[in-house]
T-cell receptor
Framework: LAKTTQPISMDSYEGQEVNITCSHN???????ITWYQQFPSQGPRFIIQ???TKVTNEVASLFIPADRKSSTLSLPRVSLSDTAVYYC?????????????FGGGTRVLVKP | DGGITQSPKYLFRKEGQNVTLSCEQN?????MYWYRQDPGQGLRLIYY???????QKGDIAEGYSVSREKKESFPLTVTSAQKNPTAFYLC?????????????????FGDGTRLSIL
């Protein structure tokens, strides 16, 4: 069964690092993991994507351990404007029913 | 400025009516998608299209229909068979090729249409 699981919410403070983990069972070797940010009444916005080891861009890092059963989005030095809901998306392209599956989202609240 | 336009932003439907949600993109993307989002939940895939005149059912296609006659447009019809249509509907697009499947490409989203039942 293709399923992605995330924590429902987490709080942080300005300037801290936020790490959000997504669990994804039955992931195949080349299935990609993508993270999106969503503000109320808007469409999700792409943050970062990868399928193995570590990926870094100007706003975030994505860590994927060797067993690939989970992945962690890392947001360095968050600000108030990073308060949003964060979703992981896994394309179970070759496994678990060929499903494109979003996690339920993690609501991140950044406090001053 | 390239992007995806969804219209209208708010839509109301009477019981037994079909309604069509518009999605237009000028990003020259081959693939387009429709998702449904219920309050406090993640997105669920309704339909997707890799190329003009081709589309595939997602996880919750029952009660919905789509067409893809033009590359730029992917309208979604919510039929009267959809018993619980009240939701936030999101359209997205992505490139294809570049050495990996189109579904592995980052998706660009519109700002959604909120559909309610009168």
């Amino acid at each position: 069964l293709a399923k992605t699981t995330q924590p429902i919410s987490m709080d942080s403070y300005e300037g801290q690092e936020v790490n959000i983990t997504c669990s994804h069972n039955n992931i195949a070797t080349n299935d990609y993991i993508t993270w999106y940010q969503q503000f109320p009444s808007q469409g999700p916005r792409f943050i970062i994507q990868g399928y193995k080891t570590k990926v870094t861009n100007e706003v975030a890092s994505l860590f994927i351990p060797a067993d690939r059963k989970s992945s962690t989005l890392s947001l360095p030095r968050v600000s108030l404007s990073d308060t949003a809901v964060y979703y992981c998306l896994v394309d179970f392209l070759k496994a678990a029913g060929n499903k494109l599956t979003f996690g339920g989202g993690t609501r991140v609240l950044v406090k001053p | 400025d390239g992007g995806i336009t969804q219209s209208p932003k708010y839509l109301f439907r009477k019981e037994g009516q079909n309604v069509t949600l518009s999605c237009e993109q000028n990003l020259n993307h081959d693939a387009m998608y429709w998702y449904r989002q219920d309050p406090g939940q993640g997105l669920r895939l309704i339909y997707y299209s890799q190329i003009v005149n081709d589309f595939q059912k997602g996880d919750i296609a029952e009660g919905y229909s789509v067409s893809r006659e033009k590359k730029e447009s992917f309208p979604l019809t919510v039929t009267s068979a959809q018993k619980n249509p009240t939701a936030f509907y999101l359209c997205a697009s992505s490139t294809s090729g570049q050495g990996r499947p189109f579904r592995n490409q980052p998706q660009h989203f519109g700002d959604g249409t909120r559909l309610s039942i009168l």
